[in-house]
T-cell receptor, first 114, second 114 residues
Framework: AQSVSQHNHHVILSEAASLELGCNYS??????LFWYVQYPGQHLQLLLK??????LVKGIKGFEAEFIKSKFSFNLRKPSVQWSDTAEYFC????????????FGKGTRLHILP | DARVTQTPRDKVTEMGQEVTMRCQPI?????VFWYRQTMMQGLELLAY????????DSGMPKDRFSAEMPDATLATLKIQPSEPRDSAVYFC????????????FGQGTRLTVV
């Protein structure tokens, strides 16, 4: 069965610190991977996605993620966070078959101190 | 600017009442997802549809929840009777029916059952 594990439930950083949020998935096949962000009181928005090709994926707002197939991981990174990055971040996995569903991790709450 | 539209945005109801949540997917999208978000469980997939047909509703409590797509522009999620434990934010998302599709989320319906 598909599952996604996000290791950090709550992360607190100061502005300009570097960020890495962990994500591991379980799925018996080829996957598509996503990171979504949910700002306070808002809906989920796509940050970046991996379908194939270069395992280092660049997204919006300076975020990037690296797919490491051997580790079943898709960690999210940002070299220097800003106060406006305060939000909840969700990793998601989808199999590549047409009817595969998108399964989300439980999310990581990121709080950036000004 | 295409977006998924959900109504109502907020709903407070008494235990035992019927609740209907509505979703208008983005025009041209043929896949619709319903997710429930709670602090404890994160984002849970309740059901999803492709071309108006239910593909998977295994995440939904069958005795009280039902999901339908009366037409391509409307998806509904009903709870009857509602219970306090149903209090959550319910998100609808839509996408294209291709393996590399991502989900586009609506603003959600915040349901409070008292």
């Amino acid at each position: 069965a598909q599952s996604v594990s996000q290791h950090n439930h709550h992360v607190i950083l100061s502005e300009a610190a570097s960020l890495e949020l962990g994500c591991n998935y379980s799925y018996g096949g080829t996957v598509n991977l996503f990171w979504y962000v949910q700002y306070p009181g808002q809906h989920l928005q796509l940050l970046l996605k991996y379908f194939s090709g270069d395992p280092l994926v660049k997204g919006i707002k300076g975020f990037e993620a690296e797919f490491i197939k051997s580790k079943f991981s898709f960690n999210l990174r940002k070299p220097s966070v800003q106060w406006s990055d305060t939000a909840e971040y969700f990793c998601a996995v989808k199999g590549v078959n047409r009817d595969d569903k998108i399964i989300f991790g439980k999310g990581t709450r990121l709080h950036i101190l000004p | 600017d295409a977006r998924v539209t959900q109504t109502p945005r907020d709903k407070v109801t008494e235990m035992g009442q019927e609740v209907t949540m509505r979703c208008q997917p983005i025009l041209g999208h043929n896949t619709v997802f319903w997710y429930r978000q709670t602090m404890m469980q994160g984002l849970e997939l309740l059901a999803y549809f492709r071309n108006r047909a239910p593909l998977d509703d295994s995440g939904m409590p069958k005795d009280r929840f039902s999901a339908e797509m009366p037409d391509a522009t409307l998806a509904t999620l009903k709870i009857q009777p509602s219970e306090p434990r149903d209090s959550a934010v319910y998100f609808c998302a839509s996408g294209f029916g291709t393996p590399d599709t991502e989900a586009f989320f609506g603003q959600g319906t915040r349901l409070t059952v008292v």
